[in-house]
């Protein structure tokens, strides 16, 4: 079975200081990974998506995330945070085959000071 | 294009009553899947269906939960003789189709339900 585990379950960075937001999946073959950021009381945005090719993928807003197969990780990271980062971010793990269903992480929360 | 719509975005409930929560995927999108969200946790999948047919259920409660999105007309989800425990945020996303092209979901703003 699938899995996906954030280690942070809150983090705290300064205005434009950089980020970086772990994530480590389980998963018997090449995984589907994504990013996504939700606002309080809001719905799911997709940050960035990785299905092959380059390791390193670039998404929306300033992120990028790198996936590393030795280690089972797909780390989530910003060079310098804005305030409008604070939020809580999810990373996801689906099935490359037509299963279709998507394993969430529990979720890090961000606060960033001003 | 419109994105996934969901309705109503806040519903309350009292303890026993039914609960439908009606998800629109986007245009041309025939995958749909339901999510859940307890307060401080991730989503957790419920189901998944493509028109008529449910295709992964494991995630759904084995009692008083069930799931339809018909030929025509939005994806329902049924809570029937809501407890306080199914208070959460319920989540759909609909997809173009599964595989490498497909596996992008795109999410709806989601139902607060509250059970009181």
């Known amino acids: 079975a699938q899995s996906v585990t954030q280690p942070d379950i809150h983090i705290t960075v300064s205005e434009g200081a950089s980020l970086e937001l772990r994530c480590n999946y389980s998963y018997g073959a090449t995984p589907y990974l994504f990013w996504y950021v939700q606002s309080p009381g809001q719905g799911l945005q997709l940050l960035l998506k990785?299905?092959?090719?380059?390791?390193l993928v670039q998404g929306i807003k300033g992120f990028e995330a790198e996936f590393k197969r030795s280690q089972s990780s797909f780390n989530l990271r910003k060079p310098s945070v804005h305030w409008s980062d604070a939020a809580e971010y999810f990373c996801?793990?689906?099935?490359?085959?037509?299963?279709?269903?998507?394993?969430f992480g529990d979720g890090t929360t961000l606060t960033v000071k001003p | 294009n419109a994105g996934v719509m969901q309705n109503p975005r806040h519903l309350v409930r009292r303890r026993g009553q039914e609960a439908r929560l009606r998800c629109s995927p986007m245009k041309g999108h025939s995958h749909v899947y339901w999510y859940r969200q307890l307060p401080e946790e991730g989503l957790k999948f419920m189901v998944y269906?493509?028109?008529?047919?449910?295709?992964?259920e494991s995630g759904m409660p084995k009692e008083r939960f069930s799931a339809e999105f018909p030929k025509e007309g939005p994806s329902i989800l049924r809570i029937q003789q809501v407890v306080r425990g199914d208070s959460a945020a319920y989540f759909c996303a609909s997809s173009v189709a599964t595989g490498s092209s497909g596996s992008e979901q795109y999410f709806g703003p989601g139902t607060r339900l509250t059970v009181t």
């Open positions: 269906l493509q028109k008529e047919n449910i295709i992964d």
């Open positions: 996801a793990v689906a099935h490359n085959t037509n299963a279709g269903k998507s394993t």
């Open positions: 990785y299905f092959s090719g380059d390791t």
